[in-house]
């Protein structure tokens, strides 16, 4: 079979893959936003997460066997047999997983497959999820019968936003597939295109559970640092400082407390937990991790307000600046940024909140947090949170917007002088 690839949603994982694979493939992008096709057609990237000259190169050499278009017209993934999806995978207000983009794509590609064709999903999900929740619709909508009209496959995404070193194809991947001959054709096409190599596990639920804990692991990890930094902070010693002298050992893992946010670290140990207590077991570790992580915004917020009131601050009216929305550094993506559990808490409190960051989208951060960012910084402010350790926040002149010696400067990220600040996590 001559694999014609179509990449269904050109976020931070679908456009790299998308890139990659029309080197060697015909590629068709696919997304339902139509402003991000012609953006992409344009050879502009708002994610910042393709390499621009890739992009050109992939959409300038288009043949009968290789390179990429673009498209939001369903009735072209007609002319495609292997569907790659990447669509998101949220949590709701109530923090179970929200699964709508993910079988609206299915319902969408039930409606042009073909005898034949093979769906690959890599979006995070639950172990089970592709069998259990998408097989289902593709096959109500399409007619056909899984595992003898049609196959599926599951890869983990491993992309890390903003990371320029550690790229798609330097990185390992998970593969399988529905069955032993599928799960052969979908890691000899991951193989192609991935430096790193492969992983072939055994079935797709293993393949699902591999990354919910790789992300469950990490968010449980931080979480203990995260305690930590409460514990330290009573005690009156530095976290960074016990950490250091911690990390002399050469078996210490050197985690930092932080703010926990992104599409998959603050999101997939939910997804986890959402399949244990649908099967009677009550996840305690994996919860608890996310009960601290999820409420460092709160302590950072509360220390400041508390160092304010200590240096004499009238709070009500004070002016404070966040540095900082996105949910890394010198990266634009703001998804499930715990900036906004900082902003909200000093509200309450009854500050006047400004947020600076030069690498968020306005329009974005304004349609998800109700947050207008400001655009420059200006005149005196009587407390600043860096969090967000972005390049220009390192390089910031921080005397220029002090309000005298009395600004509360708290740094969520350990990266400032600590001759300038008052408190860190």
């Known amino acids: 079979m001559t694999s014609k690839i179509a990449v269904i949603g050109l976020g931070y994982v679908g456009l790299p893959l998308a890139i990659e694979f029309g080197k060697k493939y015909k590629v068709l992008g696919f997304d339902i936003k139509q402003n991000r096709i012609e953006e992409l057609a344009k050879g502009e990237d708002s994610t910042l997460e393709a390499n621009i000259e890739d992009l050109k190169q992939v959409t300038a050499q ?31 207000q109530f923090k179970a997983p929200d699964l709508t983009p993910l079988i609206k794509a299915s319902e ?47 890869s983990p995404e491993r992309i890390n936003p903003g990371d320029k070193v550690n790229t798609l194809t330097k990185i390992k991947k998970v593969t399988s597939g529905s069955t032993p001959e599928i799960a052969d054709v979908v890691d000899n096409l991951y193989s192609s295109i991935i430096t790193a190599g492969t992983h072939k596990a055994p079935s797709l639920k293993v393949a699902e559970a591999s990354k919910a804990i790789e992300n469950a692991q990490r968010d449980v990890n931080i979480s203990f640092v995260n305690e930590l930094s409460l514990i330290f902070d009573r005690i009156g010693i530095d976290t960074t400082d016990v950490i250091e002298a911690a990390g002399t050992k ?22 986890l937990a959402h399949k244990a207590e649908s099967l009677g077991y009550h996840p305690q570790v994996i919860l608890s991790g996310r009960r601290v992580n999820d409420n460092m915004g709160m302590f950072v917020a509360n220390k400041v307000i508390k160092l304010m009131i200590k240096k004499g601050h009238k709070i009500a009216g004070a002016r404070a600046l966040i540095l ?13 940024s715990r900036v906004i559990d900082i902003y909200n ?24 947090y109700g947050i207008t960012l400001t655009d420059g910084l200006g005149g005196a402010y009587d407390a600043i949170v860096l969090a967000v350790a972005h390049n220009e926040f390192i390089r910031l002149d921080y005397a220029s917007i002090r309000n005298g010696n009395d600004t509360v400067i708290f740094d969520t990220k350990a990266c400032l002088d600590r001759a300038l600040i008052d408190a860190r996590l």
């Open 62 to 92: 288009v043949s009968e066997d290789r390179g990429l278009t673009f498209s939001f017209d369903v009735e072209e993934l007609r002319n495609y047999n292997v569907y790659i999806v990447t669509v998101p995978t949220p949590i709701d």
């Open 108 to 154: 969408m590609l039930g409606k042009v497959l073909k005898k034949g064709d093979i769906v690959i999903y890599e979006s995070t999900v639950y172990p089970g999820c592709t069998e259990e929740d998408c097989v289902p619709v593709l096959e109500r909508f399409s007619g056909l019968k899984f595992n003898t009209d049609f196959f599926c496959g599951y």
């Open 250 to 271: 050469w078996n210490f893992l050197k985690y930092k407390p932080g703010l926990v946010g992104g599409h998959c670290i603050g999101v997939d140990p939910y997804y």
């Open 324 to 336: 900082g929305i996105t949910f890394k550094e010198n990266c634009p993506d703001i998804r499930n």
């Open 345 to 368: 808490e000093l509200k309450q409190f009854g500050l006047n909140v400004e947020v600076f960051d030069p690498h968020a989208n306005k329009h974005e951060v304004a349609e998800e």
